[in-house]
């Protein structure tokens, strides 16, 4: 309760003669100054009023209803109208829908006009309210919302049983709907970092999974079980629910036998109800150096020489969104933590990072923006702050101060091509000059299947291609392709480019100069399409992506 409403009660209590304006202005300077207490549940602890002949009054006064909640119990269809998160933070506990159709709301002894036309915006309902003790409001919805997540877990074990939808059986003393989410992220990491999509359909649900955009299965499920296995996603990664009209995202780490990883769940409103995609990503060992990722020496000298710079922001891009993370921690592999203060800022999860590398997980709810981030991060003045994404002009903008406080920050924008890095941050409103003496340089990978060597056909050359080759297909690989290539492209900011940038001039002059700096696409990808490592097919998709 604010204290504008202890206030308003106060007031409303001294004018009915319930207690003195002396009890009610010591009471109000108790509340005040100790906090965790209600004006309210103060003068119920101090003895100067009872509970229930007070709760008789308010409701008298507000025109409404009093409620025993030890008497009530919520209706489900109640509690679906509104979210966990919203009953906490008000409170309010949702009882049930009258005969009219207006939703029964237990409001505190704080109810105000305004909650209950809040509550009516957020759920699309009429409200009739009725008054009850807030402190048994909070001790219901703490219960019946637990008890609502339960319900969820055990549902799965009456409609799965006679399903046989993995190839092992789980733990009989576990619950059916535990083992098949075990089962389901077992098969995940089995197939290394993968995706994978649930879909609820008319008659069932869809499980995909995919690794680098292929689908490599899929399983169907009975559908009356889709709400317990989305509700025991939604519980490990900290989800609402309740909450199936808004897209969430969190993520959870797990480990089995063969190593520990993070999933990231996200959900989607969807015809059928909710859509989740989960993505699988091992966290119990280092990124893979760039060399490892078959990263010529130019390309690890010049990130090295980047890096190590006094200052200046370094944009590093993969084609695979997925990707990108990993990308920058395999970058970051090339600064020593032990000789140079590094701090790490991401969305989800642990970082493969080395344990010298500081890492902060932003999370917007509680108020740590990525802007906040680096902000915060900058006034500690490291060496490097790496940063997952920039998003918005105000993180850019942040990121920029930081590089020109000394500060090498490396970072990502989701573009294609490296001169859409320096448009895109034109469209972001940074001045031209700024941008100029705040670049270093940028970065681009590009993981690709690789064609596998038993099967790959050759073709005539195309395209100013001397030679090409395409996927076959046998029984040593997938598709045609066996494993994956890589190659990039590193563009160095230079005086002369610098000055094409303070002019801020069109895409194609700006083009034209970037290209004379960096390799075409096509030019980096030439190598690999000639030597049957990469399809010809590949290039165009990465062109257009």
Known sequence: MTQSDDQRLRNLFVE?????????????????????????????????VIEDRALLHLAEMLECSVVDLDDEEPAAEALDCITADVAQTLPVLPLRISKEGRLVVAFGESATAVQTDDVAFMTGREIEPVI????????AVARVYKETEEALIEILDEELDEQEFWDEPGDDDVPVVVNTVTELLDR???????????????????????????????????????????????ILAGLDI?????????????????????????????HHGERLTLRVTRVDRKAPRLAEQEADEGTVSALRDLLSDAEGIVFAQCSDPRRRSEFLCSILREVDPDERIVIAISDYGRLPLDDAVARITVDNHSGLSPALAVRSAARQLPDVIMLGEVRDRETLQCCIDASRRGIVILTSLPVSEPVHVISRCYDMGVDPCTLAESLSG????????????????????????????????????????????????????????????????????????????????????????????????????????
């Open 188 to 234: 995940a990491t089995a197939l290394g970092e993968s995706e994978v999509h649930i879909d609820r359909r008319e008659d069932d649900v869809f499980v995909r999974f995919r690794v680098r955009r292929h689908a490599v299965g899929e399983e169907r499920l009975a559908k009356s079980a889709f709400m317990a296995l989305v509700g025991r996603l939604k």
């Open 16 to 48: 009915h003669g319930l207690i003195s304006a002396e009890v009610a202005d010591e009471v109000l300077r108790e509340a005040a100054t100790k906090g965790g207490q209600s004006f309210f549940e103060l003068l119920v602890d101090r003895g100067h």
């Open 442 to 545: 940028i970065v681009f990978q590009y993981p690709v299947d690789r064609l596998c060597p038993d099967c790959r056909q050759r073709k005539a050359g195309e395209g100013g291609f001397e030679q090409i080759w395409e996927p076959g297909g046998c029984d040593n690989c997938e598709r045609g392709f066996k494993g994956e290539t890589v190659f990039y492209r590193t563009l160095v900011v230079d005086e002369s480019l610098r000055t094409v940038i303070r002019q801020a001039p069109g895409l194609e002059a700006l083009s034209a100069e970037v290209d004379s700096n960096c390799p075409t696409i096509t030019e980096a990808a030439r190598d690999r399409i000639e030597s049957g490592e990469m399809a010809r097919s590949d290039l165009g998709r990465l062109i257009r992506v």
């Open 132 to 139: 009850a003790s807030a402190r048994k409001i909070r001790a």
């Open 242 to 270: 309740a909450e199936r009209r808004m897209p969430q995202n969190g993520s959870f780490e797990f480990e089995l036998d063969h190593g520990r990883y993070n999933c990231l769940v996200t959900t989607l409103p969807a």
